[in-house]
């Protein structure tokens, strides 16, 4: 569908992808609050080094700018950020709500995937690398389906002196208590700590935002 709709809308394509996603308020979610909370510099506590994003629009930046938090858009290899930012990689692209930029970079139909995937030296795979090899990192909001992403992060895991599992996913529990949920809970584990991933396990999405709050106390 994606490249379907870049080859209709031609070079209009990254202007009517804009004008639907800002086509009604984007509203602060409730994780996005708790993002924004665990972003924020504390005295004597570890702070958030990055983040990095796979959604196009600027409502984190926009977000973390209304409580007084500087932050920097990167959206391709030659941006760099001050000591005081907050870097937000968007390696699938960026569309921010007012500012108009040259080259988004939209990583949305099936041949951008491909290219993405298929070049182990974009800024994009080698940022996420770094990124993964250097820090903990908490996954939020993923399936965990993206072909490129379980590339990344099984080269971190077999790089890995140790073989640890350093990082952490927030997962919905199955919904009942049948054996069948039993085995499709053991094999989502299995498969995220394969790709180097401890999961936490939560009875509703809605859960989310009082666990983020727990790690910020």
């Not at 073989?163 to 069948?180: A, C, F, V």
Request: aromatic residues 10%; contains cysteine; hydrophobic residues 35%.
């Amino acid at each position: 569908m994606g490249k379907y709709l870049k080859n209709v809308l031609g070079a209009n394509f990254e202007k009517e992808v804009k004008n639907a996603l800002y086509e009604t308020e984007l509203k602060e979610s409730k994780i996005i609050k708790m993002v924004v909370e665990l972003v924020r510099p504390q005295r004597n506590k570890g702070s958030v080094e990055s983040v990095i994003t796979f959604n196009f629009d600027s409502i984190l930046e926009d977000t973390l700018t209304t409580n007084c938090i500087k932050n920097k858009a990167i959206y391709e290899e030659s941006m760099q950020y001050e000591a005081n930012e907050i870097p937000i990689y968007h390696v699938h692209g960026y569309l921010p709500r007012e500012e108009v930029i040259d080259n988004p970079n939209l990583v949305f139909s099936e041949d951008a995937y491909h290219t993405q995937y298929i070049d182990p030296y974009s800024w994009s795979n080698l940022i996420q690398l770094f990124k993964f090899s250097n820090n903990v990192c908490l996954f939020i909001g993923l399936s965990m389906t993206d072909p490129n992403l379980r590339r990344l992060l099984d080269i971190d895991r077999r790089k890995s002196i140790n073989n640890n599992l350093k990082h952490y996913i927030k997962k919905k529990m199955p919904p009942n208590h049948t054996s069948i949920d039993k085995i499709e809970l053991i094999l989502e584990e299995q498969d995220a700590n394969l790709l180097g991933l401890n999961v936490i396990w939560v009875s509703e999405y809605k859960d989310i935002p009082s666990i983020l709050k727990r790690l910020i106390e």
